[in-house]
């Protein structure tokens, strides 16, 4: 390879004029520093206000189905102090102590969600196993903003990471597996929300079954799964009104329940009401830990909605709004148990004050509805970074704001979702039963990110060793405890999540091993310079007029379609340019850093690396081709080569690329056989194609089919 401000195309033997090939280099742009974008106090609040209606609606409507999912015999006014003091800390420490103090300082360049520590940690760890999600690093990369590397990256951590295929595997099934989760929980979350907040209306008449609850359940639910594609800016502005609308009544009605029924229980706050629980319920007292854990539901949102907003925002309205307003709503409830014991099934509606009990029945509905919204974001930006990351099926992806480029929508994403959270709820019909389910699709999700961001803090941050124990040990320690306490809930609907989880993550990892597997073959297949020398000079070729730009997945070296190409057409266009696609695991690249270019040692013949980050839009519509003419243009030794590309531009541009069939062995395993031949052969048929999402003109393009045995 060349050097860092270097990249290595090709080497080898002689030209038509019988000059010696060198190697190939392609230098950088000139590189600018781009600064975060940063938003004054005004727009910082503002964001903070739309943050409600997207992010926090999942954690604001727990109280409908925390306390009535606690199972407890002959509760006792301690008993009360004790539970409440359970969900205070558990509010605590982990939404507020983990995700906003700590977690969302993980962000990938302004990007959060498990994919996000994912491609944050592979910036600066060398992935080498076939399962990992694919990336070619080149040296040239540490000249791009956010791609650098610091000193602190060159330890025995991120040594051991990187000569260690098991350990690359465990991490990125566990990621996969953690997207794959909370994929699940957009259709968990909705589900939970919307069916808790209908049942309150059956403490009302005997009359009203649990078929009429499931009934207006799946109408709102298909109103807000159509609503998703008109985008998350103008979803969280209707939205938004009614969860602050929420926060301020649940804030009151808690401060009037306090007040009236018991203000000693705020010395629940106390952890040694927590601690005297455990010692006088003991076993149901742990078994309550999995109902108490329910108030943490939608934290994880937090960090995978980042994308939608930005830190600052999401820190303030937690700390200054969301999390005072949950306390006191927790607080007011066990107040009114402490003298009401034998109403803690349906402790939220039963606390509401008579007069105000319908106004907030209507609120509590339509806030369950927005409620769902907030992991519904979150697993479109989880899915859109898989597809950038080459991890998941090709699915169209509209960007629905011109302001917050993190703001997506996917149709495809937005109906398996739909047909998922109904059929959840058809077939539960109880809102407490899914929150079993929910429960344990939460915690494992939590330990996953617990685990990622502590190998940040030792291989990126460089923290010291001693607080990355303080943050490991305890939080890896509470959040075992409450998976233990969900273990009974797995045969009463737990089993939900990992359902949903195994279904993605086959479709995930059939689609990692399929293009794993394509782009292996690529590499031990493509043209050496001496069989391309051969090919443009030692054979009749046709030479028609024009640009044809080759799309392929190889990043160094000449691709088979090539061979395959001139050998079926016995032609090239007098400008033939090897466009290579790759995806970079950053937010952004800059305009300038867009096209690195080089020519590959022949007449005519050139490279041109086109790349992106996750976040950008993948796209050669407008005068793509034009820039790329003009940067070879630099690279001209001549006037007339210089003339001779603006020639072949104004004549004409064609695409080609390659749709490649696999096909596995005889020889290979079954599992191997069944999932290229079926699994993958399937999503690649049923996935949009890449070159959609690059618009490229149909009258420009052309494919050649080749098949690949494997």
């Known amino acids: 390879m060349g050097s860092q401000d270097e990249i290595e195309v090709e080497v080898s033997a002689e030209n038509k004029n019988g000059d010696a090939h060198r190697i190939i280099t392609m230098e950088n742009f000139p590189r600018k520093i781009l600064h975060s974008k940063e938003y004054d106090a005004k727009t910082t609040v503002l964001l903070a206000y739309q943050t409600l209606g997207i992010v926090y609606g999942?954690?604001?409507?727990?109280?409908?189905?925390?306390?009535?999912?606690?199972?407890?015999?002959?509760?006792?006014?301690?008993?009360f102090l004790g539970i409440f003091s359970i969900i205070f800390w558990t509010l605590t420490v982990i939404p507020l102590i983990k995700y906003v103090f700590i977690v969302l300082r993980a962000d990938d360049n302004g990007e959060g969600g498990t994919f996000a520590l994912y491609s944050y940690l592979c910036?600066?760890?060398?992935?080498?196993?076939?399962?990992?999600?694919?990336?070619?690093?080149?040296?040239?990369?540490?000249?791009?903003?956010?791609?650098?590397?610091?000193?602190?990256i060159k330890n025995k951590s991120k040594a051991f990471i990187e000569k260690s295929s098991k350990a690359q595997f465990l991490l990125t099934f566990f990621v996969l597996l953690g997207t794959c989760m909370v994929i699940g929980d957009g259709a968990l979350t909705p589900a939970t929300s919307v069916l808790s907040a209908?049942?309150?209306?059956?403490?009302?008449?005997?009359?009203?079954?649990?078929?009429?609850?499931?009934?207006?359940?799946?109408?709102?639910?298909?109103?807000?799964?159509?609503?998703?594609?008109?985008?998350?800016?103008?979803?969280?502005?209707?939205?938004?009104?009614?969860?602050?609308?929420?926060?301020?009544?649940?804030?009151?009605?808690?401060?009037?329940?306090?007040?009236?029924?018991?203000?000693?229980?705020?010395?629940?706050?106390?952890?040694?009401?927590?601690?005297?629980?455990?010692?006088?319920?003991?076993?149901?007292?742990?078994?309550?830990?999995?109902?108490?854990?329910?108030c943490t539901s939608g934290a994880e949102a937090m960090f995978a909605d980042l994308g939608h907003f930005n830190k600052r925002s999401i820190q303030l309205a937690f700390s200054a709004f969301v999390y005072p307003s949950l306390v006191l709503c927790y607080a007011g409830e066990a107040a009114y148990l402490v003298q009401f014991p034998e109403k803690l099934s349906t402790a939220y509606y039963s606390s509401i004050p008579p007069p105000v009990y319908w106004p907030m029945f209507v609120i509590a509905t339509v806030s369950a509805v927005v409620a769902s919204q907030s992991m519904i974001s979150a697993t479109f930006s989880?899915?859109?970074?898989?597809?950038?990351?080459?991890?998941?099926?090709?699915?169209?992806?509209?960007?629905?704001?011109?302001?917050?480029?993190?703001?997506?929508?996917?149709?495809?994403?937005?109906?398996?979702?739909?047909?998922?959270?109904?059929?959840?709820?058809?077939?539960?019909?109880?809102?407490?039963?899914?929150?079993?389910?929910?429960?344990?699709?939460?915690?494992?999700?939590?330990?996953?990110?617990?685990?990622?961001?502590?190998?940040?803090?030792?291989?990126?941050?460089?923290?010291?060793?001693?607080?990355?124990l303080a943050f490991f040990v305890p939080f890896l320690f509470v959040e075992t405890c409450f998976l233990s306490a969900m273990v009974n809930k797995i045969p009463l609907g737990g089993w939900v999540p990992f359902a949903i989880a195994a279904f993605f993550m086959i479709i995930m990892l059939s689609w990692t091993s399929?293009?794993?597997?394509?782009?292996?073959?690529?590499?031990?297949?493509?043209?050496?310079?001496?069989?391309?020398?051969?090919?443009?000079?030692?054979s009749d070729l046709h030479h028609p007029s024009g640009i044809c730009l080759f799309c392929a997945d190889l990043v160094n070296g000449v691709p088979p379609i090539i061979r395959h190409y001139i050998?079926?057409?016995?032609?090239?266009?007098?400008?033939?340019?090897?466009?290579?696609?790759?995806?970079?695991?950053?937010?952004?690249?800059?305009?300038?850093?867009?096209?690195?270019?080089?020519?590959?040692?022949?007449?005519?013949?050139?490279?041109?690396?086109?790349?992106?980050?996750?976040?950008?839009?993948?796209?050669?519509?407008?005068?793509?081709?034009?820039?790329?003419?003009?940067?070879l243009k630099e690279l001209a030794e001549s006037t007339e080569?210089?003339?001779k590309l603006d020639s072949a531009l104004a004549k004409g541009v064609v695409f080609v690329t390659g749709r490649t069939v696999l096909k596995s062995k005889e020889s290979n395993g079954w599992l191997d056989r069944w999932t290229i031949n079926y699994l993958y052969r399937f999503l690649q048929k049923n996935s949009i194609s890449a070159v959609t999402s690059l618009r490229i003109p149909p009258e420009n393009f052309l494919q050649v089919g080749m098949l690949y045995e494997i």
Not at 416 to 430: D, M, T
Request: charged letters at 20%.
């Open 382 to 468: 989880i899915v859109k970074q898989s597809l950038a990351l080459g991890c998941f099926p090709r699915v169209n992806m509209l960007h629905t704001s011109s302001k917050h480029e993190g703001q997506v929508y996917s149709p495809e994403v937005n109906f398996i979702l739909g047909i998922l959270c109904i059929a959840l709820v058809l077939g539960f019909k109880q809102g407490v039963e899914i929150g079993n389910a929910y429960g344990v699709a939460i915690i494992c999700v939590m330990l996953i990110t617990t685990c990622l961001v502590t190998l940040v803090m030792l291989v990126i941050w460089d923290t010291n060793f001693f607080l990355i």
């Open 514 to 538: 399929g293009r794993s597997k394509k782009t292996k073959f690529d590499s031990e297949r493509k043209l050496g310079l001496e069989e391309l020398h051969r090919i443009l000079y030692e």
């Open 58 to 79: 999942d954690l604001g409507t727990s109280p409908l189905y925390v306390l009535p999912s606690s199972l407890l015999e002959n509760p006792t006014r301690e008993d």
């Open 198 to 294: 209908l049942s309150g209306i059956q403490t009302l008449s005997p009359k009203i079954t649990t078929n009429y609850v499931v009934l207006m359940a799946v109408i709102l639910l298909l109103i807000l799964f159509y609503f998703q594609r008109f985008g998350t800016s103008k979803v969280s502005c209707s939205f938004s009104p009614i969860m602050f609308l929420w926060f301020t009544t649940n804030a009151a009605i808690g401060v009037y329940n306090i007040i009236k029924y018991h203000p000693s229980i705020l010395k629940g706050i106390s952890p040694y009401y927590m601690l005297n629980f455990f010692q006088k319920r003991g076993r149901t007292g742990w078994e309550l830990l999995s109902a108490a854990f329910l």
């Open 123 to 152: 910036r600066h760890i060398k992935f080498r196993n076939n399962l990992t999600i694919q990336g070619t690093r080149l040296p040239s990369d540490s000249n791009l903003r956010y791609y650098q590397e610091g000193s602190t």
């Open 641 to 643: 080569e210089a003339k």
């Open 567 to 631: 050998h079926n057409t016995n032609s090239l266009r007098e400008i033939t340019i090897i466009v290579t696609i790759r995806t970079l695991p950053i937010k952004t690249v800059l305009p300038e850093e867009r096209f690195e270019v080089a020519k590959v040692g022949f007449d005519g013949v050139y490279r041109c690396l086109i790349q992106f980050g996750y976040k950008d839009e993948q796209s050669l519509a407008g005068n793509a081709v034009g820039l790329i003419v003009e940067k």
